[in-house]
């Protein structure tokens, strides 16, 4: 299933190439708002994919390989062989303590944990981003990484803030953008990393290719 995405508000720095479609292989919202900030138009053309981590994988490599393999998943569609001539767009964020990947939890025990080993610690945010078009055999993959420190939180403030239902749909438990922005002491990187699109990278990318002008 895809969908066409246009800006609700005329945007300064955006288009792309005549003739060159948009793809972002992402159903996230919170990817597809932050996307618009860039590009004038795109479709979203979720990927499907085996997302497990391999054995003895690192989390940078883990978001990297991913990332790419939500590109080329899309890509590789034979259906459509018109996408070998469009930008894709991937991305993977995972939240990272003491080298172990934190996903989404699946309940209020794993919310509960995630939270209760994030507060009063740094972490870290890795986004792994694939830009593809095989047609001018681009092939970038990279990873963007964001430190963060969450303040001290008291079990009140921990099950107050599971009991909005925010964590269930964020790697590590929680949303820097929504309520958890008030948990966050500082980061030191990009925002935007951590929400799950790093647009200051992802600007100079595409101001390099062409799809944005300055």
């Known amino acids: 299933m ?7 508000n005329g945007s300064k720095l955006l288009g792309r190439p005549l003739g060159e479609k948009f793809i972002l292989a992402s159903a996230s919202p919170r990817r597809q708002e932050l996307l618009r900030r860039l590009i004038l138009e795109f479709e979203v053309i979720p990927s499907d994919i085996n997302e497990a981590c391999l054995d003895d994988e690192t989390p940078a490599k883990y978001v990297s390989r991913i990332a790419g393999e ?3 998943a899309v890509i590789g569609n034979a259906a459509v062989p018109e ?3 469009c930008w894709v767009l991937a991305a993977d964020t995972s939240v990272i303590l003491d080298e172990v990947i934190l996903g989404k939890p699946e309940d209020a025990e794993q919310a509960r944990w995630m939270l209760t080993q994030l507060q009063g610690r740094q972490h870290e945010v890795l986004t792994g ?3 593809l078009n095989p047609a001018r055999a681009i092939d970038m993959v990279e990873t963007i990484r ?3 420190w969450m303040k001290a939180l008291s079990p009140v403030e921990v099950e107050s803030y599971i009991g909005t239902g925010e964590p ?3 790697a590590g438990g929680y949303a820097i953008q929504g309520l958890a922005g008030r948990f966050i002491e500082k980061i030191d990187g990009s925002y935007t990393n951590v929400i799950g699109l790093p647009i200051e990278r992802l600007t100079e990318m ?3 290719f062409g799809i944005v002008t300055n």
Do not use: G, W, Y
């Not at 895809?2 to 609700?8: E, F, L, N, Q």
């Open 206 to 208: 595409f101001q390099e």
């Open 70 to 72: 939500k590109a080329r």
């Open 146 to 148: 964001t430190e963060v």
């Open 2 to 8: 895809s969908s066409m995405v246009v800006p609700k």
């Open 129 to 131: 981003i694939c830009l």
């Open 168 to 170: 269930f749909d964020k």
């Open 83 to 85: 996408r070998a001539h």
